[in-house]
């Protein structure tokens, strides 16, 4: 398959998407014209149904009262003046008499000839129509005799009936001469008002369909007009959501969209201006630790000076120092190293804050590393390596012996001894869990696991372990570490775009997995002063 036709494909399915997001029902401009179209529809239906029913009622009636009317006055006429007992050719003689009316039906008679006999009269001819024609109950009620009464007074009545034949309909009707002679039956064809009636059908069914075309339309239009302004405040949004604070929205009208419109730039310059704020005073608060920090190290360095004087003074076998302050004097030296870490780790931080940590990329063999930063700590006793050599990764070396510095020192602190480090190479997962390139020289990430055996971390730390001056127990707010040391550590894996987890494993104790890829692509330089290494991190203390 070519590049073309891949692009063309994947143009198609991303047009067909974005269609099938339009139309879907979850969409506000699909229910609107559905609703409008529902709402058509029902009204359209309603007023087709109504208007055909009235009006075939009033052209069923109007036709079938005049031929009743047409064919109750040829019987009084034209059968009445037969005698009562008629012939065959009078009967058919008076049959086509009465047939030439204006409504042009049928004409059946029926009579009994001087002789007894039933004979018939029939304006179609011998094979036209004839009893079998007419419904047997049309026969019955009209050969029965009624009781006359006051109500009552005649004994025969004009009765009929509607039928359908071969899809046709007719008229049927029959009545019997007053005073005795023939009986007559008539038969209509309603075809022509059936097809007036279909034409009426056809013409509300077009009608109903334009209608709810134009309902779709108006529904279309409507929620185009409706939509756009939300559609503008959608994106508007997402801009905001992006960083993009200036965004705002043109208003125009005084409907309640354009209200929200202008509560929406209302939100989004206050917003602005609450993020301008909290963006000078963190500003304010890096320069002032950045300030502080190089500020401190200038006395720093003359304390630092003199303690060393008195640590010296604490190992001279000859007593430089009275007993009786040699405790006070311990406790100076102590808390001045701790005090020059603090101030590298401030400084440490307050780079990652602006932004201007800088890799020094260097080809190095992990498990050499990783023996350097536990032989410079003298924790060789106390550090179980399973690692082995030929892992190579191009990385900052100094950045990740701070990183194993302060894994394995808050390891050793926290968990005690042995502390095991493990470290293996990953070809096909990729540091964010993609998968990478299988390349053992370029490819794959390095993972580091450093495990203690402690009571593990509490599961409700695990979330703050890497959280800056982090402190898991309150009743114990000052410690040996600055509760930098863990933090600093993930910024520096950040910044080789690796990772850093905590968890419990499963046999006891805790386990920071360090991942690494074995290819950092950046270059640049990194400030040198400070390792920006806590030994006795509280970062994730437990």
């Not at 086509?96 to 004979?119: E, I, K, Y």
């Not at 990740?400 to 493990?422: C, E, Q, T, Y």
């Not at 993972?447 to 593990?456: L, T, W």
Request: charged letters at 25%.
């Amino acid at each position: 398959m070519t590049h073309e036709h891949q692009g063309g494909v994947r143009g198609w399915s991303a047009a067909r998407k974005g269609v099938w997001s339009r139309l879907r029902f979850t969409s506000l401009r699909l229910r609107l014209v559905v609703v409008f179209g529902m709402v058509a529809l029902t009204a359209a239906v309603s007023a087709s149904g109504i208007a055909y029913w009235l009006n075939r009622e009033s052209v069923l009636t109007r036709t079938q009262d005049a031929v009743l009317r047409d064919f109750e006055r040829e019987m009084k006429n034209r059968a009445g003046a037969l005698p009562e007992h008629p012939t065959q050719v009078e009967l058919q003689r008076a049959a086509g008499q009465m047939a030439t009316s204006s409504q042009r039906f049928t004409v059946l008679l029926v009579a009994r000839d001087p002789d007894g006999r039933t004979v018939y009269g029939s304006s179609g001819g011998l094979n036209g129509f004839s009893l079998r024609d007419v419904p047997v109950s049309l026969r019955d009620a009209v050969t029965e005799r009624q009781k006359v009464t006051s109500t009552n007074t005649y004994p025969h009545h004009l009765y009929w009936q509607r039928t359908v034949d071969d899809d046709t309909p007719y008229l049927v009707a029959g009545t019997r001469v007053i005073g005795g002679g023939p009986t007559g039956y008539m038969l209509k064809s309603l075809e022509s008002e059936a097809k007036d009636l279909n034409s009426l059908a056809w013409s509300l069914g077009i009608a109903t369909t334009l209608a709810l075309i134009g309902s779709a339309l108006l529904a279309h239009a409507a929620a185009t007009t409706v939509l756009k302004p939300v559609q503008r405040l959608g994106v508007a949004a997402r801009r905001l959501g992006e960083g993009r604070l200036d965004t705002r929205l043109r208003v125009s009208g005084t409907d309640e969209l354009a209200d929200l419109s202008r509560t929406f730039n209302k939100a989004a310059e206050a917003l602005e201006k609450r993020v301008a704020d909290m963006a000078a005073r963190d500003e304010a608060s890096r320069r002032f630790v950045a300030d502080m920090s190089h500020e401190l190290r200038t006395p720093l360095t003359a304390i630092t000076a003199v303690t060393e004087v008195l640590e010296e003074e604490l190992e001279f076998e000859g007593g430089g120092i009275d007993p009786m302050i040699e405790p006070a004097v311990r406790l100076v030296v102590s808390e001045t190293r701790r005090l020059n870490d603090l101030v590298e780790n401030l400084m440490e931080v307050t780079r990652f804050d602006a932004g201007t940590a800088r890799l020094v990329l260097d080809d190095v063999d992990v498990a050499d590393q990783i023996t350097a930063c536990i032989d410079a700590r003298a924790w060789l006793d106390a550090v179980d390596l399973d690692a082995e050599r030929g892992i190579h990764a191009r990385i900052d070396p100094r950045r990740l012996d701070v990183i194993l510095a302060n894994l394995i020192g808050n390891a050793l602190k926290h968990g005690g001894s042995p502390v095991r480090v493990a470290v293996r190479e990953s070809l096909t997962e990729g540091v964010d869990g993609a998968e990478g390139s299988g390349d053992p020289a370029h490819g794959g990430t390095v993972v580091i696991e450093v495990r203690d055996h402690g009571p593990g971390i509490p599961e409700e730390v695990l979330p703050h372990v890497f959280d800056r001056f982090y402190k898991a127990s309150a009743s114990r707010p000052r410690s040996e570490g600055s509760g930098l040391g863990l933090s600093i550590a993930l910024e520096n894996a950040h910044i080789h775009g690796g990772e850093i987890t905590a968890a419990n494993s499963p046999e006891g104790g805790a386990v920071f997995t360090l991942r690494l890829p074995r290819d950092v692509s950046a270059g640049g330089s990194s400030e040198r002063d400070g390792d920006a290494v806590d030994e006795g991190a509280e970062g994730g203390a437990r």
